[in-house]
């Protein structure tokens, strides 16, 4: 069976791909093409020709698992030739998402319909690749190289309407659904076939990319250096594009194409962010729930605590057109709330990211009380109040006795215990942790985390719910900061313990900021602010394990007065947001180095960043054992998307598995000689390296 069934319909040969779920141009799918059109060519009573995706959408894309393997013929500029060669008129028919090389098959179809909800787009530089299937060609010629600039680069694909005011589409079609598409596509066919060839192909056009200003393309590059610094995919997409502006035909175009096509698929970043396409899915599978079990509807919502946390989580239900309301004990705190949320707003319409009506639409679906009693038919309650067992308590207490049979109370703590939580309430069932990341309107991940006595059905919701409010799920088990907070204390004691060693804080943060991440660990708690970590490590004192190495340095700042960002001065000194070493923070530094017998020596940035990650790889070891994580790729997802690792480098246990455990293995245990039981190698990392495999393999 073809995965492209062939049919003539009405003197139109209808070529449907056949591919679920989104109908990847996989090998069959490349075959299935070329042999229809061949058959299309040969048969006389065809006058044209539609390319169609059955089922919900066109191809979306190459199949980005066949990246890994050898490739197999017929390749895609097979497939291109082969459209684009054809005598009789070739109509993609778009509904769906045509993306990446599925787009760029339509694009050498000599005409593109659409149905209005059709997206269109080159999604390819988000996998570390750039369009390769003569996008970075075709594309410039009809919407003009600065645009294509845009699209590429941005990887978001567009709707029909600007498809269609772009010159992408030549019509949309009209009705809702594939068979309604196939008729439109098919009726199109027909008009353009009545016509005399030949038909027109995007290749041969120079009219959109004749007078493109030469400085445009190092206009970009200087605009975004920053941003793309270490990254390979940008560049080379931006080498095409001036490639399809300059060069004198179109295959010396493609060429360049090509050859940084197969460029990128080799790299270790395209391997690290295809890695990360497929992690992200992955995350959202839940091994041992029933496959009967039906997630709880989520039409309402109630957020308790109206701070900086609450009233991010509540923009988050808003922004999903999910009503909620915001409880707080008092009306201050209350208005105090609301007003940082409306000032949210404000900055996100001033800045053009959120249209102002669709931020007066949510700003309408968030309500406020100081009643418990007003929030007891909401299908769901977020409690993002103080992290203090002895509140949660009285909150859970309040929600176990107001709230309707059935709602789903969920604690956003970070660190605390879910089962000491739920145990204020008597349905612990419904009790879980919905852990969301600072500023929670924007960051990504939500770290689920499920307790001794989570319901499966709990469970299911507060996945579902996470793509509701367009989030990335992980789910995570019971322990102290879970997956995400647990390797973070990890990566910020080693840092630390190299300052009193002899780096300084802007050098573990500029060897961090080398790697990829957007800011540095010292940077980043100068931003949060240093008091709350010191007011926890003071609450801890008397419990914490003399025994251990502990680093004073963050305290001794704090003793200083210095919080961080808001109060001018932390591990940096700062002018408003701008952030300048202080001697007077290398001289503390060493003064506690000297203080605690600590010889001070060179650092290499080198150093810094394979301790950092040896360490977090191994805390990671020791979270997959403990089933903490339920798998290695869960835990890089929840550093992806709530922690600002760099997506180039696939996240922590990737990093790790690329360089091979083996060698991670040896970094742990040369420390764990030098630094004691701090580093003691995780059982499961010493026996995948003894075994040479993976974390899965
Ligand atoms: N190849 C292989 N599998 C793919 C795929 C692809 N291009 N796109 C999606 N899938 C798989 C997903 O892994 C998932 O599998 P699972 O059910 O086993 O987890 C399944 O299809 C459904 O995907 P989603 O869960 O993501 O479904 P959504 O409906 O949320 O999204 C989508 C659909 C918008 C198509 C989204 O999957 C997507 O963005 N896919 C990637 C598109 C892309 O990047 N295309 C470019 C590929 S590179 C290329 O074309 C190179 C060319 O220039 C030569």
């Known amino acids: 069976m073809s995965a492209v069934p062939y049919r003539v319909e009405n003197g139109v040969a209808v070529l449907t791909i056949d591919n679920p779920p989104v109908n990847a141009a996989s090998r069959a799918v490349r075959v299935g093409i070329v042999d229809g059109i061949k058959q299309a060519g040969a048969d006389a009573s065809v006058k044209a020709i539609v390319l169609i995706g059955g089922g919900r959408t066109f191809i979306a894309g190459a199949d980005i698992r066949e990246f890994g393997q050898q490739l197999q013929p017929p390749h895609f500029p097979d497939v291109i030739d082969a459209l684009e060669a054809s005598t009789k008129p070739v109509v993609a028919a778009l509904h769906g998402t045509a993306l990446g090389g599925g787009f760029e098959f339509a694009l050498s179809c000599h005409y593109r319909v659409a149905i209005a909800s059709a997206k269109v787009g080159l999604p390819e530089v988000n996998l570390g690749l750039l369009p390769g299937a003569g996008g970075t060609q075709r594309l410039p010629r009809i919407v003009g190289a600065a645009k294509a600039l845009d699209m590429i680069l941005g990887g978001k694909p567009i709707g029909a309407d600007e498809a269609l005011k772009l010159g992408l589409i030549e019509q949309i079609v009209a009705g809702k659904t594939q068979p309604e598409l196939e008729a439109g596509a098919i009726a199109f066919a027909r008009e353009r076939a009545a016509v005399a060839g030949p038909h027109p192909r995007a290749r041969d056009r120079v009219d959109k990319i004749q007078g493109t200003d030469p400085a445009l393309f190092d206009e970009v590059r200087a605009k975004n250096a920053k941003k793309w610094a270490g990254r390979l995919a940008e560049f080379k997409i931006v080498e095409c594009v001036q490639a399809a502006v300059e060069k004198k035909t179109f295959d010396e175009g493609s060429a360049v194409e090509r050859d940084n096509f197969v460029i990128l ?81 404000a900055t996100s319409v001033a800045r053009g990211s959120t249209p102002q009506d669709r931020a007066d639409k949510a700003l309408g679906l968030i309500s406020t009380t100081t009643r418990y009693e007003d929030i007891a038919q909401a299908d769901i309650v977020v409690e993002a109040v103080f992290e203090d067992m002895k509140v949660k308590h009285d909150v859970f207490g309040a929600l176990d006795r107001v709230m309707k049979p059935g709602a789903i109370l969920a604690t956003n703590t970070s660190t605390l ?91 573990v943060d500029r060897a961090l900021q080398a790697f990829g991440f957007p800011m540095g660990v010292y940077l980043m708690r100068d931003l949060a602010g240093l008091d709350v970590g010191w007011s926890v490590r003071k609450g801890r004192e008397a419990t914490r394990d003399k025994s251990l190495r502990y680093s004073p340095v963050a305290d001794r700042i704090c003793e200083m007065g210095r919080f961080g960002q808001k109060t001018g001065a932390g591990y940096y000194k700062y002018e408003g947001r701008n952030a300048t070493p202080d001697p007077e923070i290398e001289k503390l530094i060493e003064s506690v180095s000297v203080e605690l017998g600590v010889p001070r020596r060179a650092v290499t940035d080198e150093q810094i960043v394979t301790r950092v990650l040896s360490a977090m790889a191994n805390e990671g070891a020791k979270i997959l054992a403990e089933g903490i994580a339920i798998r290695a790729s869960d835990i890089d997802v929840t550093y992806l998307y709530g922690y600002g690792f760099p997506r180039h480098q696939g996240g922590p246990m990737f990093w790790a598995e690329e360089q091979g455990l083996a060698k991670v293995l040896e970094t742990v245990q040369r420390y764990h000689a030098e630094q004691g039981v701090l580093w003691t190698p995780a059982p499961l990392l010493v026996e995948r390296a003894a075994a040479g495999k993976g974390w899965t393999g």
């Open 265 to 345: 698929r080799a790299s270790a970043q395209s391997k690290a962010l295809r890695y990360a396409f497929f992690a992200e899915r992955e995350a959202a599978k839940i091994p041992g729930l029933p496959d009967d079990v039906k997630p709880r509807e989520i039409k309402s919502a109630a957020v308790i605590g109206a701070g900086t946390m609450g009233g991010g989580i509540a923009m988050c239900f808003a922004n999903a057109g999910v009503a909620v309301q915001m409880l707080d004990a008092s009306q201050a705190a209350i208005d105090a709330g609301i007003a940082r949320v409306r000032g949210n707003y």
């Open 417 to 507: 215990d879910i089962d000491g939580i739920a145990s204020s309430t008597k349905r612990p069932e419904d009790v879980i942790g919905t852990h969301f990341f600072s500023p929670a309107n924007v960051m990504k991940l939500q770290e689920n985390v499920r307790g001794a006595k989570s319901s499966a059905q709990t469970i299911a919701s507060v996945m579902a719910l996470a793509k509701t409010l367009g989030k990335v799920p992980v789910l995570a088990g019971n322990c102290h900061g879970f997956i995400g907070n647990r390797i973070l204390y990890v990566y910020g004691r080693e840092c630390d313990f190299m300052l009193e060693e002899g780096a300084t804080p802007w050098q």
